[in-house]
């Protein structure tokens, strides 16, 4: 049991003031020990009091998905296996990204607190301050290399997924946005290693804008609508809760994705896009198309109909006249 952990175990089991002395002698760590490591909790998020001469208790748990904490709850058969949290970290992709071809298996899981250097898609920066969700999964999908395309769709279903059953109003603008009273509340990045026909490895790059105050983020990045969970709520989510549920439901299009269910996932985007059948604008390096977008296809692409006839475009930002 890692040192954080079992001292949090000691604390949870008891509702009274446990002193120094004793979580030192119980955990098998000195007290000044003990006293690091109480600090790291806080931390972490659990509110700890401290009273001279009674000692600790602990009295609110953290929402932080920590490793202990997040693989007690979380029910799923491959994705967090294996969780790696860092308080600070440039990306989370990045270390998932180095990770990747050291690990045997799929599924590990990297989550961070705060992004130092948060990368976004087509090189943008992300703005990761604390209280957002950032994290970062390693998947080694045996499927064609020609089929990951449907793994972006499926992400983003998950995260809108995750969302909604909040009460937030998410929905999904392509590539893979997932957007909320107009606005952005979640991105997807995909990093992929494979060879023309055998996927090494993606990695999925996964940011929510939860307990963030939006305003400050758009201050910073400006002509983005940015928006977070709790914007959109009036109230701090749970992020635990929120990894747990987002983590699950990625597995389960994950698993599917070999075989029945990539029809499935594609049907259960389109329906939580209100972008089809409306007029967009989607620009890509100095060059913008536009014209309805008519519909988004299983290798990734969205076609529009345009002036010229029909056209797929397979990456871009769009921007959707309601
Ligand atoms: C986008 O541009 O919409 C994609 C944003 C992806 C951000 C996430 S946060 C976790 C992971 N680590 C990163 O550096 N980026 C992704």
Redesign the pocket.
């Given at each position: 049991m890692a040192q954080p952990e079992k001292l949090i175990s000691l604390l949870r089991s008891d509702a009274r003031y446990i002193c120094g002395e004793e979580l030192g002698t119980k955990a098998g760590i000195s007290r000044s020990a003990v006293w690091k490591q109480i600090e790291l909790l806080r931390r972490y998020g659990y509110s700890i009091e401290s009273r001279r001469g009674l000692g600790y208790k602990l009295t609110a748990h953290t929402d932080i998905p920590v490793p202990w904490e997040l693989a007690k709850i979380l029910c799923t058969s491959i994705i967090g296996k294996q969780i790696i949290y860092r308080e600070t970290i440039?990306?989370?992709?990045?270390l998932?990204i180095s990770l990747a071809s050291k690990l045997g298996s799929d599924g590990a899981v990297v989550i961070?607190g705060r992004?130092e250097?948060?990368?976004?898609?087509?090189k943008?920066r992300?703005l990761?301050p604390k209280g957002?969700l950032?994290?970062?999964v390693i998947l080694k999908p045996e499927i064609p290399t020609a089929r990951i395309t449907i793994l972006p769709f499926a992400a983003a279903l998950a995260v809108c997924e995750a969302l909604k059953a909040l009460g937030v109003a998410a929905r999904l603008k392509w590539p893979?946005?997932v957007m909320a009273s107009g606005k952005?509340i979640?991105?997807?990045?995909l990093d992929i290693s494979a060879t023309a026909d055998q996927v090494n490895y993606v990695v999925i790059?996964?940011?929510i804008n939860a307990n963030v105050d939006s305003a400050t983020i758009s201050a910073r990045l400006p002509g983005t609508k940015i928006t977070s969970i709790s914007d959109e709520l009036g109230w701090n989510t749970n992020r635990l809760q929120l990894t747990k549920s987002l983590l699950e439901n990625l597995e389960g299009y994950y698993l599917g994705i070999e075989h029945r269910a990539r029809g499935e996932i594609l049907q259960k985007w389109k329906k939580n896009s209100d972008m089809l059948g409306r007029k967009v604008a989607v620009s890509y390096k100095s060059k913008t198309i536009r014209g309805v977008a008519t519909d988004v296809n299983e290798d990734g692409s969205l076609t529009l109909l345009t002036d010229k006839g029909c056209i797929d475009v397979v990456s871009g930002d769009i921007r959707v006249r309601y």
């Open positions: 440039d990306s989370t992709q990045n998932a961070a992004q250097s948060g990368r976004g898609r087509q943008r992300w990761s957002g950032w994290l970062s893979n946005d952005k979640a991105g997807i990045l790059g996964i940011g």
